[in-house]
Each structure stands twice: as C-alpha cells, then as structure tokens.
C-alpha cells in the first residue's frame, strides 16, 4: 500500500568529507524532489521527467561548489519511482537498487550494477567476487554526481515492467553492503515475519 502512496524514493550517498557529502547528498535529493513531486502530483514519472531532475541537480551543485576545497563533495544516486506500467530505476555509483520477488525461483529480479573499480575488475575477471569485498579499491567510484565535471555522470536507467504486488524494492548504500549478503538479504526479506521485523533486520 506504501508503493501506492509514495510516488517515487531517492537515497544519497554523500562523500568528500562529511560536510561536503552531506551538502552534496541533501541538494541533490532536495533539488530533484521538488522537481519530481510536482510532476508525480499530475502524472507517473517519466524518463525525460528524471534526466530533467537529474540536470537541475547537477546545476544546484555547480552552483554551491567551492572550487577551493580540497575535498570535492559529490555523492551517489538511486533512484525508483512507480507508476502505471511497472518501476522506473536509475542509479550512479554504488548505492544500489533490487527487486525482489519471494515467491520466485530466482528472487532477484533486478539488481543495479555498482559504478566501482572492484565491480569493472569483476567483470573483466581480474578479481574474483571474494577478492572484491576486501579489495582496497573497493571504494573508488567510477561514477558520482559531482559539480563542474567536465562529462557529467551518466545514469543507468532500467524499465522494470514486470512488477507484482508482494514485490520488494530495497534500495541501500554501499556501507549496508558490507555488511550483508544477497543471500543474506534473501533469507530476510523471504522469511516468513511482519515487513516491520524485516525492516528492524535491515
């Protein structure tokens, strides 16, 4: 029922030191909020509707950078909205996105590929999927919303129609991710508890 009444969810993960990830991570969700709040009051959110959020975000950062710092501040992006025809997922960087479907055979439907040098490492079979988890790079992000980039960071953007009521969307960063497993998030979110005890096990 929450799905229904909540159009659309946003997560942030900030970084360059913590005030700068917090400023980046907060303008970021504050600017397109706004921008998509509006829109999903009328209509389900479109692709164009989030790559005009995506922009006006981007701009915000410009805007209050300090070009001084040391730290640059910038942040990863996650984002779902639902509507009529299934779930709209984007992301940069690695914070990331599933669907999941208990019932299924293979529960996770879609999982978000982090942008990080470990998963492009991965992927080229240069580390093995063990090695990512204790890898020193594991935290240099290959993809951020940053201010002043020469190209901006692209998102991944998926159109998720296949959606079904008793399907979760758990949304995380990667600090979660160090701390659970997908086999560890599937005995939760398949186990026979309340949603609110899953959530406490989150």
């Not at 299924?104 to 079979?125: Q, T, W």
């Not at 998720?160 to 979760?168: E, Q, R």
């Not at 991710?177 to 899953?198: A, F, G, R, Y």
């Amino acid at each position: 029922d929450g799905v229904t009444e909540q159009k659309f969810f946003i997560l942030a993960d900030g970084m360059g030191g913590h005030v700068n990830g917090q400023l980046a991570s907060s303008t970021v969700c504050r600017t397109m909020g706004n921008i998509l709040n509006e829109i999903a009051s009328q209509r389900d959110i479109q692709e164009d509707d989030f790559l005009i959020a995506l922009d006006a975000a981007y701009k915000a950062l410009d805007a209050i950078d300090d070009e001084e710092s040391d730290k640059k501040m910038g942040t990863t992006l996650t984002f779902v909205s639902f509507g009529k025809e299934g779930a709209l997922a984007a992301h940069i960087g690695d914070s990331r996105i599933y669907h999941i479907r208990p019932t299924a055979e293979s529960p996770i439907l879609y999982k978000s590929m982090d942008h990080s040098l470990v998963n492009d490492l991965f992927r080229i079979g240069e580390i093995t999927e063990e090695e990512m988890a204790t890898s020193k790079s594991r935290h240099i992000l290959t993809r951020a919303v940053q201010p002043h980039q020469e190209y901006r960071a692209e998102a991944d953007i998926e159109h998720l129609t296949d959606v079904k009521p008793g399907d979760y969307f758990y949304m995380c960063s990667d600090g979660m991710l160090e701390n659970i497993s997908d086999v560890e998030l599937l005995e939760i979110i398949c186990s026979n508890i309340s949603d609110d005890e899953k959530k406490g096990l989150l």
